[in-house]
């Protein structure tokens, strides 16, 4: 059960395969927090690093979940909707788009500020916080009760890694892990 659902907010099949639906539209959030449309220049994966890639991957990521966010602006507006919930919604709603394959995203400072300033924009967008305000991102955090999107990043990192070190020896995966060299205790003397 969604956290939609738990909370009693009811919303339609059609609404959120519609929230969820790729568009041509692609969104954009630039480092000082502005969403703005921006057009797709397709290119050759390889004529870009994997940094570069990653990067475009991480705006093309967070793009989409402005996109989703935008959507449920009806939600995020409405009075008739306690405060508590709507975390909980984005959370379930809009995180997993923008977070989408992040287990593999390399560590950079360009990708947590890109994360960081879209996290950030929209749970000022749910508190109705101007940036006039002058509250800090630590409070948002703690009046919405969300983690920073360096930790869900980090937490989803953390369990990648144990789904790789769990599954049986024979798996490909594991084999690759640990080298695919047999331990001590399974070699058998060599017979001269």
């Keep these: 059960m969604t ?14 395969r519609a929230s969820l639906r790729t568009t041509a539209e692609v969104f954009a959030v630039n ?29 093309t990521r967070t793009g989409k979940a402005a996109g989703v966010f935008q959507r449920l602006w009806n939600i995020w507006s409405s009075k008739s909707i306690i ?11 809009v995180i997993p788009p923008a977070t989408y394959a992040c287990e593999t995203w390399m560590k950079t400072t360009s990708i947590t500020n890109t994360l960081d300033v879209f ?6 967008s749910i508190l109705k916080i101007s940036w006039r305000d002058q509250i800090t991102d630590g409070e948002v955090m703690r009046r919405t009760g969300v983690a920073p999107s360096s930790d869900i ?8 890694t144990g789904h790789g070190l769990r599954p049986p020896r024979e798996r490909p995966a594991s084999v690759a892990i640990e080298g695919g060299r047999r331990r001590h205790e399974d070699e058998q003397p060599r017979k001269t």
């Design 119 to 124: 996290h950030h924009l929209c749970l000022r």
């Design 153 to 160: 990043v980090s937490d989803r990192r953390k369990r990648m």
């Design 31 to 59: 480092e000082s927090g502005e969403i703005k449309n921006r057009e797709e220049a397709p290119t050759h994966l390889s004529s870009r690093s994997l940094k570069q890639q990653q990067e475009k991957d991480v705006q």
């Design 3 to 16: 956290a939609a659902a738990l909370q009693g907010v009811c919303l339609s099949r059609d609404a959120l």
């Design 83 to 93: 405060m508590a919930t709507k975390p909980h919604l984005y959370m379930s709603v």
